[in-house]
DNA sequence: TTAAATGCAAAAGGTTTGCTACTGC
DNA sequence: GCAGTAGCAAACCTTTTGCATTTAA
């Protein structure tokens, strides 16, 4: 009942420009990328092709706040820091907590199958930012 | 600076539902539970009211997958489950991880003051109707 | 009295979808 | 050849906002 993907031209450079990228950006930006290489391409289209992606388990969708999705190329769980000024998201070279998911699962009558950590605060860059605008 | 809040009727009731329930609804959900009480209430109003008492610690926003987002009537931090079914949010009654947000601080040069851990997978209602659907 | 909040409706912003043409496999 | 996909634009859905009016303190 699995559905054929294909690995059209579109759907190629999508892919490679979220694996290349340290970041996880949104689906915005990575049209704009892609863009610069097919000329043509639309939003839609990458929309559907990041759908596509995530639920075949290559990549991951992180929603953060309430506003847009952004996109990670690893699709193994892995945490996450999002910073409350600028918005960027960044991965955290944290292990993965092991056994989170069995202790929740005894609480209650829910079946547990996942788990997602994310840190919020303030990113270097913006910290940088500040201290820099301190000293007018 | 800060802005005087007041305690109108419909953000009175508004709170009073939030805090009155255990699942964690959705503007709308709170929406038509509230015009049961102010019939002429405005959507506008809830979301208006919702984003105050959010803004003042009162409550908490929790936004999963990319559609609509939950309140929780307690602000302080704790976990949650969500139902990739139903889509239903609950509380988990975990103990905070502590020192994970000092653990994290160490690995790269971002200053992290917030942490936010969620579990998914199939909720207790859920897993019943399942059973029951079994036995046709 | 008066700044804050309401109701209404329109707008915004992100994402999805219908349709026809095109293209991987 | 044909099912899956692209491009385009319209639709969708949740949330926000402008404005005239009402209301809490």
Same mark, same amino acid.
């Given at each position: 009942?699995?559905?054929?993907?294909?690995?059209?031209?579109?759907?190629?450079?999508?892919?490679?420009?979220?694996?290349?990228?340290?970041?996880?950006?949104?689906?915005?930006?990575?049209?704009?990328?892609?863009?610069?290489?097919?000329?043509?391409?639309?939003? &839609?289209? =990458? #929309?559907?092709?990041?759908?596509? %992606?995530?639920? $075949?388990? +290559?990549?991951?969708?992180?929603?953060?706040?309430?506003?847009?999705?952004?996109?990670?190329?690893?699709?193994?769980?892995?945490?996450?820091?999002?910073?409350?000024?600028? &918005?960027? =998201? #960044?991965?955290?070279?944290?292990? %993965?907590?092991? $056994?989170? +998911?069995?202790?929740?699962?005894?609480?209650?009558?829910?079946?547990?199958?996942?788990?997602?950590?994310?840190?919020?605060?303030?990113?270097?860059?913006?910290?940088?930012?500040?201290?820099?605008?301190?000293?007018?």
């Amino acid at each position: 009942m699995e559905r054929i993907q294909r690995m059209t031209r579109q759907k190629k450079i999508i892919l490679d420009i979220l694996r290349s990228v340290k970041t996880h950006p949104t689906a915005e930006w990575i049209y704009q990328e892609a863009r610069q290489q097919i000329p043509g391409l639309s939003l &839609g289209t =990458v #929309y559907r092709n990041l759908n596509l %992606l995530r639920d $075949n388990g +290559e990549i991951m969708e992180l929603n953060y706040g309430s506003s847009q999705s952004h996109f990670d190329g690893t699709a193994a769980n892995h945490y996450h820091f999002q910073c409350r000024e600028c &918005g960027g =998201v #960044y991965d955290l070279d944290l292990p %993965l907590i092991k $056994n989170i +998911e069995t202790k929740a699962s005894g609480i209650n009558g829910h079946q547990i199958d996942g788990h997602r950590l994310e840190f919020y605060g303030i990113c270097e860059a913006c910290l940088d930012r500040r201290r820099f605008e301190e000293n007018d």
